[in-house]
């Protein structure tokens, strides 16, 4: 499996703790993507498209891929 590249990074909740986060790999720009929130449930889509890219729970963050650590 090849690494490919990617533009930003969602950042969720772990169930490994409150301290710990999860990160999945975007392929867009932090920009490119709307978060709607009801109650503590989070979904996130791509702006354009539409699709779903998370559903679960938040809270949650998209950073860019070059100032993530």
């Known amino acids: ?3 490919r590249p990617h533009l930003a990074l969602l950042r969720m ?3 490994l703790g ?3 986060t999860e990160e999945i790999r975007l392929d867009l720009a932090p920009e490119c993507y709307l978060v ?3 109650g503590a449930r989070v979904r996130i889509v ?3 498209s539409g699709q779903l890219v998370y ?3 938040g ?3 998209i950073v860019a891929a070059d100032t993530a650590r």
């Open 1 to 3: 499996m090849t690494d």
């Open 13 to 15: 909740p772990s169930w």
């Open 18 to 20: 409150p301290t710990v």
């Open 36 to 38: 709607s929130t009801q």
């Open 46 to 48: 791509e702006r354009d």
């Open 55 to 57: 559903a679960g729970m």
């Open 59 to 61: 809270p949650v963050e």
